[in-house]
C-alpha cells in the first residue's frame, strides 16, 4: 500500500528516454480522507509542473479480485473520469492487477474484465 506520493524513475531500452512512474495512495484510506489523499497528490502535480515536469499520461490500476465493483470504486471511477475529462482520455491506460493464476478462478476474472470494458456504470464511457 502506498502513502504518498513516490515518483520512480526508469530509462527506455529503446531510445534511452527517461519515463518517471509515479505511484500514488489509493482512496478509501482507513486513515486519511479522500480529500487529504487528492490534496496530496494535486500538491505533488503542482511543484512537478513548476520544474517543468508535464504528466503525459496516466496507467489507472483496477484490482481484478474483486467480486464486484463496490460503491467507493465506482466513486473513484467517476471522479477519475472528471479530472481527467473527456480530451485527456487518450492519455489513460486502463489495466487490471492482481490477476489469479487458478484456471475457475481465472475464467471468473475474465468474465470480470469484459463487465468492465462493457459497462457504462465502469470503463466503457472513459474507453468511448
Known sequence: MT????????????????????????????????????????????????????????????????????GTARTNLRLFGKLCGDGSMSSVALATTHWSSGEEERRRQLLRHKELIADDTFWKLMIT
Open 3 to 70: 502513502a504518498k506520493v513516490e515518483a520512480h524513475l526508469a530509462t527506455t531500452h529503446t531510445d534511452s528516454r527517461r519515463v518517471i512512474f509515479v505511484d500514488t495512495p489509493g482512496f478509501d484510506d482507513t486513515e486519511r480522507s479522500d480529500t487529504e489523499i487528492l490534496r496530496e497528490i494535486v500538491n505533488w502535480l503542482n511543484v512537478t509542473y513548476r520544474k517543468g515536469i508535464k504528466l503525459a499520461g496516466i496507467v489507472y490500476l483496477h484490482g481484478i479480485q474483486a467480486p464486484r465493483v463496490s
